[in-house]
């Protein structure tokens, strides 16, 4: 008999999630430009800011436990079926239910080589055991990940573009990838950063939601203005939608991020300028790093990956101390299993320039 309760299989083997840095340390009087955590370089939307104003005469009260405004609001602006629409508190939430409901021990979910580092914990904490499939030069690889799946896949995660590196797969790989999964084996999309691409082939995934029993496309409001209130959402068969209800906390999502998110949700054109904003500057902090001894992966993110020359220059440790000594924070890949990289979230004019000013300068 054991001496104290014990966690369930699989929860001790989970790397514990470490979030980007916030600050620069104790005693720092730098302004810091935190470009460690993928936020919204504008902020949030002024009419998700004004939404929160007469937030006081309701917070003694329970909120909507369904989200319905919320719900119906995404509806509207991504041309959805509100029934199909359930909101979490943060995609990651979503992402925990969806382990929870269709993993457990013994079976097995496939993942990318460089994905989030929250679906391995999702899977383990479920019982279930992730299962890595190679990427190529730093892309998901759909043969790979078709030929990681076993009979004991339950569950292929896959997020499109991925976090860290900013890549993506085309509609046509998307929908490759779909045919290749057995009927019983769910997939779930991932496009947390949708609002962001702009190539032209890409898709998020409704489409193949729609056609399908086994799709779910996850989104966030994280990336484009309102990481503090965690509002994530999820578009799915009814089936799947029902499943997670039946887990989901009757009041998981707070009042205050149900008015901002409907508010948020609705201003597209902040959302055009955050996009417009963001394009500019990734592709111009591309342009000015990509030399011999730091390459930049094409993004269709809200960062990029820059990846230090394993030979000669400087390494992504020491250009991160850099970068830190003048007021830039940037989050080193290490725990993704790539020690010579950095992942730089797009930010203010001020701060891109500050840190092409900086990377530009080790070499001299």
């Known amino acids: 008999m ?83 629409l359930i909101i979490g508190a943060g995609s990651d939430e979503l992402l925990h239910l969806l382990a929870q409901t ?34 190529n030069d730093f892309c998901v690889d759909v043969d790979a990940m078709l030929g990681a799946v076993t009979q004991r896949t339950k569950v292929v995660f896959l997020a499109n573009p991925n976090n860290p590196t900013g890549t993506y797969i085309s509609q046509a790989e998307l929908e490759r990838l779909h045919a290749g999964l057995r009927p019983d084996t769910l997939l779930v999309v991932d496009s947390a950063y949708a609002e962001y691409v702009t190539a032209d082939d890409y898709a ?18 994280s990336k484009i203005g309102l990481a503090a209130l965690r509002i994530g959402w999820m578009y799915g068969p009814a089936h799947i939608v029902d499943a997670l209800n039946r887990l989901r906390g009757p009041f998981n999502v707070n009042r205050a991020a149900q008015l901002a998110g409907e508010a948020a949700v609705k201003d597209v054109e902040f959302i055009a300028r955050l996009k417009a904003h963001n394009r500019k500057w990734r592709d111009w902090l591309g342009d000015e790093l990509n030399c011999n001894q730091i390459r930049i992966l094409p993004s269709q993110g809200n960062f990029v990956l820059a990846l230090f020359a394993e030979d000669g220059g400087k390494s992504a440790k020491e250009a991160s101390k850099a970068l830190l000594e003048a007021g830039l924070i940037v989050r080193e890949m290490g725990a993704y299993g790539l020690p010579d990289a950095l992942r730089i979230s797009i930010g203010e004019d001020r701060a891109m320039r ?11």
């Open 204 to 221: 998020a995934g409704e489409r193949l939601v729609r056609a399908n029993d086994n799709v779910v496309m996850v989104r966030t409001f």
């Open 2 to 84: 054991p001496a104290r309760p014990t966690p369930q299989p699989g929860v001790m083997q989970i790397a514990p999630y470490v979030p980007g840095r916030s600050g620069a340390g104790s005693g720092s009087t730098e302004k810091i430009a935190k470009l460690s955590s993928n936020e919204s370089p504008l902020g949030a939307s002024p009419k998700a800011i004004a939404a929160l104003e007469g937030l006081g005469d309701v917070v003694a009260s329970y909120p909507d436990g369904s989200s319905m405004a919320l719900r119906e609001a995404i509806a509207q602006v991504h041309g959805l079926e509100a029934r199909c």
């Open 102 to 135: 269709y993993l457990g021990e013994g079976d097995e979910a496939v993942i990318s080589q460089f994905g989030f580092l929250v679906y391995p914990i999702v899977t383990r904490g479920a019982g279930a055991t992730p299962v890595v499939a190679k990427d």
């Open 354 to 364: 500050a840190v092409a000013k900086v990377l530009k300068g080790l070499g001299k």
